[in-house]
């Protein structure tokens, strides 16, 4: 991989989607981390073995396992990498930036179901049972990412306990968010709810700045576009964010924290206590028995 990370702050008007281009390199022992500043990205080095937190977390000996099947690639604008109902052809590893997890209904709307940077990875349930992907996959701010053909990925699945568990719990980590998000959606306003997207992927993309259109923002919550228009005008008289064709910059972090609702915390603190090893086979649930007490 290059020295530098290359595609972080990138800006484009068009609909965010994500792209897989890039030719295979290896990933060097010393890399480059984005580092999140109030005025942007900007970089410092570090040891780490990838710029992925999962990555990072593999021993040695599993990342050398992994390294020469990975491949750098840009998430830039294109053909989504992702499609709902269709299998998946590479699993994603993001470095930075943000990719959005959605669900296509039948009259064609789209709703956000999830986020992903460089936290998480993307594909990987789908790819590991080898099942077309139940959700699409765009992207919500560009970067770098690392990419394996999605055979391979399994083939490593059943090689690596390592790799297995830190998947898995990354899968148990988004199924807890999506709960926290269904649990969102019906007790909180949208105001609350946009204040809470809008933190979240400051966190995720490093930057105070991001491309966002009102259609987007309507997926974000499945609501009307005429509902976001709404809120961010009466966020922006009040010095909350600055918003202007499809741009959005956040002037006033502490009052967007303050019209968010709860889940704010939740969103970069969900982990697993403990990294139980999960059986990956199929275990038969016991029947319950009740006993009654005599009478």
């Known amino acids: 991989m290059d020295s530098a990370v290359r595609g972080?702050?990138?800006?484009?008007?068009?609909?965010?989607?994500?792209?897989?281009?890039?030719?295979?390199?290896s990933l060097p022992e010393r890399v480059v981390a984005p580092h999140s500043a109030s005025a942007g990205v900007g970089a410092m080095l570090t040891s780490r073995q990838s710029l992925n937190d999962l990555l990072a977390e593999l021993p040695s000996r599993d990342w050398d396992l992994l390294r020469p099947h990975l491949r750098v690639i840009e998430l830039n604008f294109g053909p989504a990498l992702i499609e709902?109902?269709?299998?998946?052809?590479?699993?994603?590893?993001?470095?930075?930036?943000?990719?959005a997890t959605m669900e296509i209904l039948s009259r064609?709307?789209?709703?956000?179901?999830?986020?992903i940077g460089r936290g998480g990875v993307v594909g990987s349930g789908a790819a590991f049972y080898d099942v077309p992907s139940p959700s699409a996959a765009v992207v919500r701010f560009p970067g770098p990412?690392?990419?394996?053909?999605?055979?391979?990925?399994?083939s490593l699945m059943?090689?690596?306990?390592?790799?297995?568990?830190?998947?898995?719990?990354d899968l148990w980590t988004r199924s807890v968010k999506a709960e926290q998000t269904a649990a969102c959606n019906a007790a909180h306003s949208a105001e609350q709810r946009l204040c809470r997207r809008?933190?979240?992927s400051r966190t995720l993309s490093g930057s105070d700045t991001m491309l966002l259109s009102q259609d987007l923002m309507a997926q974000m919550l499945g609501v009307k576009r005429n509902t976001i228009s709404l809120i961010a005008h009466a966020l922006q008289q009040k010095g909350v964010i600055r918003y202007s064709r499809g741009r959005?910059?956040?002037?006033?972090?502490d009052a967007l924290a303050s019209r968010s609702c709860e889940c704010q915390l939740?969103?970069?603190?969900?982990?697993p206590l403990a990294s139980p090893r999960l059986s990956l086979a199929p275990r038969a649930v016991p029947e319950c028995s009740i006993q009654r007490s005599p009478s």
């Open 8 to 25: 972080t702050n990138s800006c484009c008007a068009r609909a965010l989607i994500v792209t897989a281009r890039g030719t295979a390199k």
């Open 108 to 115: 064609g709307e789209s709703i956000e179901t999830g986020m």
């Open 248 to 253: 959005m910059a956040i002037i006033d972090v």
């Open 158 to 169: 059943g090689i690596s306990a390592a790799l297995r568990d830190v998947v898995m719990r």
């Open 266 to 271: 939740a969103d970069g603190s969900i982990r």
């Open 198 to 200: 809008l933190l979240h």
């Open 84 to 99: 709902a109902g269709l299998p998946v052809k590479q699993v994603i590893f993001p470095h930075g930036g943000i990719v």
């Open 145 to 154: 990412a690392s990419a394996i053909e999605a055979g391979q990925f399994r």
